[in-house]
């Protein structure tokens, strides 16, 4: 299959792989679709970002990576520029993360928009359709949304339209997002009040997992609206992932619904997605004492 095709693969119940037909969405990207009443058709979707400054941490992740089948999500910042490294697509990504490229379906973070041309040489077709970087496929039985919080996302933005029209164009139970910017987090960012137009348009539309990064932490909330109120049964819970390979922040301050957090460990977000319910598992690229598992259900 060319690498033009984003590719979304489903895993059965003993790990095979089937690719399904492809079809066009309203950004004009091709994707593949599973097929429907796969009841026994899971996906699996690995998650981290802020990953490649030339360091160990990366290539941690990257030897994680090894060894777990899935399609992986770039939640942002892929690579980080510097004075010694003026592509670090080209070093410190490819030479960690990049063996895995054709399975990888990334978001532009901050530190991406500074090299934006650089992201998208780089990545070719697997980033969405230049300027926006924003798109949709499927995984198992999940409809995915990629998203680009670096740009605007209120509704009546082009990607706030575009967003909208996919969301009502796959009326799937469950759904996930992904961005580079949490609406919520621990960490030491200030909160995006930029995303808040999307989160509440991904809520309304019964979205059921967003996963960010930016925070180099891991953390995981309690299902939520956008306004950070709970709601188990109709809200959204959102995961921080910033746990590519760069170096790890500090929890500033715990905020309200955060269930559990770490900045121990390097790692990814393993999300195992089946019909009606998913699970979560967060793997460490090294020997740690923090561990978090478990599952939700869809909407």
């Known amino acids: 299959m060319s690498r033009s095709i984003i590719r979304a693969i489903s895993f059965a119940a ?9 079809r066009k969405t309203s950004n004009g990207s091709t994707v593949s679709v599973v ?9 699996v979707v690995l998650a981290a970002g802020d990953i490649a400054m030339c360091t160990h ?5 990257a030897e994680l990576l090894d060894g777990l089948p899935g399609e992986i999500i770039v939640v942002g910042d892929a690579a980080y520029l510097s004075r010694e490294d003026p592509n670090p697509y080209r070093t410190c990504y490819d030479r960690s993360w990049g063996r895995h490229k054709n399975r990888t379906h990334p978001v532009p973070g901050n530190h991406d928009r500074l090299t934006l041309k650089m992201y998208f040489d780089y990545f070719g077709a697997a980033a ?12 198992g039985p999940w409809h995915v949304l990629a998203l680009n919080s670096t740009i605007a996302m209120h509704s009546r933005s082009p990607q706030g339209r575009w967003a909208a029209a996919d969301l009502a164009a796959h009326p799937r139970k469950c759904t996930l997002a992904y961005m580079h910017h949490p609406r919520f987090s621990s960490g030491p960012h200030i909160r995006n009040q930029g995303i808040v137009p999307m989160w ?5 539309a019964g979205v059921d997992v967003v996963v960010s990064g930016h925070d180099h932490i891991y953390e995981r909330f309690a299902p939520m609206h956008e306004n950070g109120e709970r709601d188990d049964a109709r809200g959204v819970r959102q995961f921080v992932a910033g746990t590519g390979g760069a170096h790890r922040y500090e929890i500033e301050m715990v905020v309200p619904n955060s269930e559990a957090r770490s900045t121990r460990a390097h790692g990814v977000l393993k999300l195992t997605l089946y019909p009606g319910h998913y699970g979560w598992e967060f ?17």
């Open 35 to 43: 097929s429907a009443g796969a009841a026994d058709t899971i996906g």
């Open 200 to 204: 509440r348009l991904l809520d309304s």
């Open 283 to 299: 793997v460490p690229a090294a020997a740690s004492d923090f561990t978090d598992a478990g599952s939700g259900t869809c909407h």
């Open 128 to 139: 969405g359709p230049r300027p926006g970087g924003y798109y949709s496929f499927d995984v």
């Open 14 to 22: 003993l790990g095979a792989a089937a690719c399904s037909p492809s």
């Open 57 to 61: 941490g990366a290539e941690e992740t």
